[in-house]
């Protein structure tokens, strides 16, 4: 059976991986490197906000199995302020492997997927809890966090 189009975008990031680029990169900079490799190719102009925007939504949906049989999101993005050489700062959202990533990378990846729908809540918990049990580095305290969204929702226990 062929691939599917996201599967040939998560090979496209593990060949990046492999290729020893800068990790954790942003779906920019592994589009980047597909386009001027050679391994991704589209309209002259649109190829690399194209092929970052799949990568992203590609990595977005790749999951994994735990120890624990939890099918569990593979990639974590957290947003990091990023400086060209003029010095020009810019936002941009860098992806990891949960399962090797750093652990205050995973951290803040985790925190920015809580402020999201609450429809995305049951993925997040799991994904928390293997990351705990499977990947967390030895001698740092397992990541914990509230699911109790009137808190954000400025509710009146705020402001005591």
Not at 74 to 96: F, H, N, P, V
Request: glycine residues 6%; proline residues 3%; negative net charge.
């Amino acid at each position: 059976m062929p691939k599917s189009y996201a599967e040939q975008m998560v090979d496209l990031k593990d060949a990046y991986r492999n290729s020893g680029g800068e990790w954790p990169a942003s779906a920019t900079q592994i589009a980047t490197w597909a386009v001027h490799s050679g391994k991704w190719d589209q309209e002259p102009g649109k190829k690399i906000k194209t092929c970052a925007r799949d990568l992203a939504d590609a990595m977005r949906q790749e999951t994994h199995t735990d120890r624990q049989g939890r099918v569990v999101r593979t990639m974590a993005a957290a947003q990091r302020t990023i400086y060209d050489e003029d010095g020009k700062q810019s936002q941009q959202w860098l992806w990891c492997d949960i399962r090797d990533g750093n652990h205050d990378h995973v951290l803040q990846a985790f925190y920015a997927r809580r402020s999201q729908t609450a429809r995305d809540v049951q993925s997040l918990k799991a994904d928390i809890e293997s990351y705990n049990a499977n990947y967390l580095p030895a001698g740092r305290e397992p990541i914990n966090m509230t699911f109790d969204f009137d808190f954000d929702a400025g509710s009146e226990s705020d402001a005591a």
